[in-house]
């Protein structure tokens, strides 16, 4: 099946440091990859729908200044946290359709980001 | 309220009982999805759905569509189906955008 990865799987930094989280479709192309956070014992909420080519889209709630989405090619996503702070450790997750069958989305592994 | 209700919340099994999780929904969809994740937190897609019945080994997915309602069935429950399954719904209108229920977690016991 469709392997979606994610980069690094946890990351610890200090408060003000910024870091970037990578999303990677390993065999397939995706037009439209979705960032996503969880907070302990919740489900996961949208953060932005990332567009191949184009800016991404943010939910409501969401700051684009210290969420940074870049989607450089049909492959790779990137989330740049930037000067983190304690609140922003979560497990941060993206998922991917495939350009053919967009509908069917395959999630990463996530990765857990802790901010001391 | 929300537009995805699961229920229940949390469910203790014995192995090799029969599951049953349930999904309902509010709002016009285009598919819903069943999602298993484990306590590492890597999320697995176990079917999509917009109608009728799907089916993977031990485990079966059904969807009524007209009573907005869909269920994951585990038949022999092992230990290692031990996870939270979560129900997404991809709403009517064409995005891919997915809402996602709070999802049940699932402990089976050998």
């Known amino acids: 099946g469709a392997v979606v990865s994610q980069h690094p799987s946890w990351v610890i930094c200090k408060s003000g440091t910024s870091v970037k989280i990578e999303c990677r479709s390993l065999?397939?192309?995706?037009?439209?990859m979705f960032w996503y956070r969880q907070f302990p014992k919740q489900s996961l909420m949208l953060m932005a729908t990332s567009n191949e080519g184009s800016k991404a889209t943010y939910e409501q709630g969401v700051e684009k200044d210290k969420f940074l989405i870049n989607h450089a090619s049909l492959t790779l996503s990137t989330l740049t946290v930037t000067s983190a702070h304690p609140e922003d450790s979560s497990f941060y997750i993206c998922?991917?359709?495939?350009?053919?069958?967009?509908?069917?989305?395959?999630f990463g592994p996530g990765t857990r980001l802790t901010v001391t | 309220k929300n537009e995805v209700e699961q229920s229940p919340q949390n469910l203790t099994a014995q192995e090799g009982e029969f599951i049953t999780i349930n999904c309902s929904y509010s709002?016009?969809?285009?598919?819903l999805h069943w999602l298993q994740q484990h306590p590492g937190g890597g999320i697995v897609s176990l079917f999509m759905?917009?109608?009728g019945k799907k089916k993977h080994g031990r485990l079966i997915a059904t969807i009524n569509i007209q009573e907005k309602h869909s269920s994951l069935h585990i038949t022999a429950s092992h230990p290692r189906d031990s996870a939270v399954y979560i129900c997404a719904v991809r709403l009517q209108g064409g995005s891919e955008k997915l809402v996602f229920g709070k999802g049940t977690k699932l402990t089976v016991n050998p």
């Open positions: 709002v016009g969809i285009s598919a």
């Open positions: 759905l917009s109608s």
């Open positions: 998922s991917a359709g495939p350009v053919l069958f967009p509908s069917q989305q395959y």
């Open positions: 065999d397939f192309q995706a037009t439209t």
